[in-house]
């Protein structure tokens, strides 16, 4: 009987593979969510030629996610699976294919690397770290609950890049406040990780405050290898989506004290981690940028070993330290 459904699955994947073959470039984004992914998908699905999609079932959540951070492998194999043939119907019969959640760095980027090959792109959408761990916080749903464990990270994950439970569990970092800050940067140096780890895939960094400028959207479609005209993206431009105002809880923290917080985390994150420049979060340049376009990725970059983490501090290099709030990659 399982032979049966292993055979019924490959013929499903082989004919919606071949359904999809004509898709020039899936695009997926890399983010820590709250961070506008649903009007990006709102604007792209209003592209010629674009299927864009917001978090689409299977989301890859919950035990997914569990599956990736404890290095459940086969187990996020066969969710994968499931999630291949839905990309791929979607896909079928367009250009472009583009899906905005955060759960892709989380769980199937090293998936999507070996299936899609140089066919993949990566939209970095960042939103600054205070506001991201601020709408976290107000939400009352942080990473190391029940909840958040369930939609964002768990921080006491062996498979976490930085990995300072210890103190988010202790005094001085126990409000919740933190480990919003700490999501920010575990997700920046996953970004930073694959991105070195896929040096063939373009990965575009662009800010969650351009969502509403159109020479900045023309440019991400432009690095993205996607064909649309200026004055299309324009008429596409509109209101903030999602924002949850009726779900957020609390009040936010006054703006002295959350600064305040975010400078000591930084701090702490300088002692932990000595050989990383975690201050540099203001652009350096302010404008789109994407790495050049190259051959496949090495399946070597991405085998069965693809989520587990090297030390943060060897993926970067004593050499390079490159800042992870850098404005391009």
């Known amino acids: 009987m399982q032979t049966v459904q292993s055979r019924r699955a490959a013929v499903a994947r082989w004919y919606c593979a071949v359904r999809a073959r004509t898709v020039e470039r899936l695009?997926?984004?890399?983010?820590?969510?709250?961070?506008?992914?649903l009007t990006l998908s709102k604007i792209f699905a209003g592209i010629p030629d674009c299927?864009?999609?917001h978090e689409p079932a299977p989301v890859m959540n919950n035990e997914v996610l569990r599956a990736?951070?404890?290095?459940?492998?086969?187990?996020?194999?066969?969710?994968?699976?499931?999630?291949?043939?839905?990309?791929?119907?979607?896909?079928?019969?367009?250009?472009?294919?583009?899906?905005?959640?955060?759960?892709?760095?989380?769980?199937?980027i090293g998936h999507a690397a070996r299936e899609f090959g140089n066919r993949l792109s990566v939209i970095h959408l960042v939103r600054r770290p205070i506001e991201v761990a601020m709408s976290?916080?107000?939400?009352?749903?942080?990473?190391?609950?029940?909840?958040?464990?369930?939609?964002?990270?768990?921080?006491?994950?062996?498979?976490?890049?930085?990995?300072?439970?210890?103190?988010?569990?202790?005094?001085?970092f126990s409000h919740p406040f933190y480990k919003g800050l700490w999501y920010w940067f575990e997700i920046e140096a996953r970004v930073d990780e694959w991105?070195?780890?896929?040096p063939a895939v373009p990965f575009v960094r662009f800010d969650t405050a351009w969502?509403?400028?159109?020479?900045?959207?023309?440019?991400?479609?432009?690095?993205?290898?996607v064909a649309v005209d200026k004055q299309r993206i324009e008429s596409l431009i509109g209101v903030k989506e999602n924002e949850k105002a009726k779900e957020k809880l609390l009040a936010p923290?006054?703006?002295?004290?959350?600064?305040?917080?975010?400078?000591?985390?930084?701090?702490?994150?300088?002692?932990?981690?000595?050989?990383?420049?975690?201050?540099?979060?203001?652009?350096?340049?302010?404008?789109?940028?994407?790495a050049p376009?190259?051959?496949?990725?090495?399946?070597?970059?991405?085998?069965?070993?693809?989520?587990?983490?090297?030390?943060?501090?060897?993926?970067?290099?004593?050499?390079?330290?490159?800042?992870?709030?850098?404005?391009?990659?």
């Not at 695009?27 to 992914?37: D, Q, V, Y």
């Not at 509403?212 to 690095?223: H, V």
Request: hydrophobic share 40%; net charge positive.
């Open 136 to 172: 976290i916080y107000r939400l009352q749903v942080q990473p190391g609950t029940g909840s958040g464990n369930r939609w964002w990270l768990d921080y006491r994950a062996p498979l976490n890049r930085l990995r300072i439970a210890d103190v988010l569990d202790g005094d001085e």
């Open 51 to 53: 299927c864009a999609v």
């Open 68 to 108: 990736a951070s404890f290095g459940e492998e086969r187990e996020l194999d066969r969710f994968y699976r499931s999630k291949l043939l839905t990309i791929m119907r979607a896909a079928a019969g367009h250009r472009y294919y583009l899906e905005a959640n955060h759960l892709f760095i989380k769980t199937f």
């Open 211 to 225: 969502l509403s400028d159109t020479e900045r959207l023309f440019a991400l479609a432009t690095a993205l290898g």
């Open 253 to 290: 923290l006054p703006p002295e004290d959350a600064n305040r917080m975010f400078e000591q985390f930084v701090a702490l994150l300088h002692r932990r981690y000595p050989s990383i420049s975690w201050t540099s979060l203001q652009p350096q340049e302010d404008v789109v940028r994407a």
């Open 293 to 329: 376009t190259r051959p496949a990725p090495d399946p070597a970059s991405t085998g069965e070993a693809a989520y587990l983490p090297a030390p943060v501090a060897a993926a970067l290099g004593p050499a390079e330290s490159l800042p992870l709030g850098s404005r391009h990659h």
């Open 195 to 198: 991105r070195r780890r896929l």
């Open 27 to 37: 695009i997926f984004t890399a983010t820590t969510g709250r961070s506008g992914t």
